[in-house]
């Protein structure tokens, strides 16, 4: 089974620029979590979808929205970038079965604003 | 905020030598899940603990948890030099259908050859 795959791995932008970053969660996963690291706040919680729905937001700013379409398949935008949003944002599939479930990252988007 | 909290910060051992970490969180949890990452790649999935679980293996990892006082641990016995990494410590607090997962700031492992 092939594992999270999230594109691009890396990307420079500029502040300002506005940045999609794309994740397919392991094929049947129908949970698609974001979070991103920095090492100043450490691995920290973006949002959740599930069957398309955003069921779960963490602290950040409404310049970080995201989806989930139909195949599972996720995206994250960042509009207005700013310097501090320079971090590696992770993605995480889970098939969610029940309350006890593994959570499964990809290789992350290491995302650089100059 | 940060719901778990890893003790050591960092740790340097030789290759053979038994490697452990801790993870401290705050509330009451419906899992705890142990994370490699090496320097700044993905997270790489190693264990997870249910809640009314005290003890699992795989194989040269052990971990403990101990929800009377809300910690965790993580034992790799026999350490090689590919171990060195750092190791997080997850939460599931929410389950169910508000999957959010909290960590820790993580131990760094260095193992020496």
């Known amino acids: 089974k092939a594992g999270v795959t999230q594109t691009p791995r890396y990307l420079i932008k500029t502040r300002g620029q506005q940045v999609t970053l794309s994740c397919s969660p392991i094929s049947g996963h129908r949970s698609v979590s974001w979070y991103q690291q920095t090492p100043g706040q450490g691995l920290q919680f973006l949002f959740e979808y599930f069957s398309e729905t955003q069921r779960n937001k963490g602290n950040f700013p409404g310049r970080f929205s995201g989806r989930q379409f139909s195949n599972s398949r996720s995206e994250m935008n960042v509009s207005t970038l700013e310097l501090g949003d320079s971090a590696l944002y992770l993605c995480?599939?889970?098939?969610?079965?029940?309350?006890?479930?593994?959570?499964?990252f990809g290789q992350g988007t290491r995302l650089t604003v100059v | 905020s940060q719901q778990g909290e890893e003790d050591p910060q960092a740790l340097s051992i030789q290759e053979g030598e038994n490697a452990t970490m801790n993870c401290s969180y705050k509330t009451s949890i419906n899992n705890l899940q142990w994370y490699r990452q090496n320097s700044g790649r993905g997270l790489v999935h190693l264990i997870l603990i249910r809640s009314n679980e005290r003890e699992k293996h795989s194989g040269r990892l052990r971990v403990t948890l101990d929800t009377s006082k809300k910690s965790s641990s993580l034992l790799i016995t026999a350490s090689r030099a590919a171990d060195t990494a750092s190791y997080f410590c997850?939460?599931?607090?929410?389950?169910?259908?508000?999957?959010?997962?909290?960590f820790g700031k993580g131990t760094l492992l260095t193992v020496n050859p």
């Open positions: 995480a599939s889970s098939f969610l079965q029940g309350a006890n479930t593994e959570a499964f």
């Open positions: 997850a939460t599931d607090a929410d389950g169910g259908s508000n999957y959010k997962l909290t």
